[in-house]
């Protein structure tokens, strides 16, 4: 038996491994950076309802009180739309990196097949 064949199969599964840690890594940032959306999304949604009690309890007309709740409407559409993009841009630059390690991934096996 090719004393090298253990080192080669040690080398692959250490390699396979290492791809796997880098994915994880990539998906644990990705989760941060989602995280991130979602807390600055919360913090201003708490921000904004407070404001939007302030100018209810301060309205004395009809008009007043629609104005502040039509305000608070079209700025959460607004919001909303940031807020996903946000979250579509963390998960797909996690997406893209995990697409390109794997990429990488292979061609590092196919040159050690070559070289085996």
Request: hydrophobic fraction near 40%; include cysteine.
């Amino acid at each position: 038996m090719d004393s090298s064949r253990p080192e080669q199969i040690l080398d692959a599964w250490k390699h396979q491994v290492e791809a796997g840690v880098r994915a994880m890594d990539t998906l644990v940032a990705a989760t941060a950076k989602m995280r991130e959306v979602q807390l600055g999304a919360a913090n201003e949604t708490h921000q904004r309802a407070l404001q939007l009690q302030k100018a209810l309890s301060d309205a004395t007309t009809p008009q007043e009180i629609w104005q502040a709740q039509w305000d608070w409407a079209l700025a959460c559409s607004g919001r909303s739309m940031a807020y996903w993009r946000g979250l579509f841009e963390a998960a797909g630059q996690a997406g893209g990196e995990i697409a390109r390690q794997a990429q990488e991934e292979t061609g590092k096996t196919a040159r050690r097949r070559e070289k085996a």
